[in-house]
Nanobody, 123 residues
Framework: QVQLVESGGGLVQAGGSLRLSCAASTRAFTRYAMAWFRQAPGKEREFVAGISGRGGSTDYADSVKGRCTISRDNAKNTVLLQMNSLKPEDTAVYYC????????????????WGRGTQVTVSS
């Protein structure tokens, strides 16, 4: 069982930045591909970014490419999402997810989820 706890969300003006953090409780952190998803009210959960177990491979949704950077610190069991140039359409609950496999944009492939952190971008 892996517990994931997100932090770092909040209210920011358009054009601003936020850094989300996800702490994982597992001794096998490097075995897990990690990802960030988001879900806005009335919309399906969508992939934002993912990173492989040792951090050598990353993937991004087209909507955030060039604005977001995913990284991980395997010594601290933490994955980060740096978000810049935020837009009102980035407003959503952001979830951290973990999977014993490769990065995928399919949410059902992930075995473990955090409870989410709210990001609100005002115009």
């Amino acid at each position: 069982q892996v517990q994931l706890v997100e932090s770092g969300g909040g209210l920011v003006q358009a054009g601003g930045s936020l850094r989300l953090s996800c702490a994982a409780s597992t001794r096998a952190f490097t075995r897990y591909a990690m990802a960030w998803f988001r879900q806005a009210p009335g919309k399906e959960r969508e992939f934002v970014a993912g990173i492989s177990g040792r951090g050598g491979s990353t993937d991004y949704a087209d909507s955030v490419k060039g604005r977001c950077t995913i990284s991980r610190d395997n010594a601290k069991n933490t994955v980060l999402l740096q978000m810049n140039s935020l837009k009102p359409e980035d407003t959503a609950v952001y979830y951290c997810a973990a999977d014993l496999g490769v990065v995928t944009a399919t949410p059902t492939r992930y075995d473990y989820w955090g409870r989410g952190t709210q990001v609100t971008v005002s115009s």
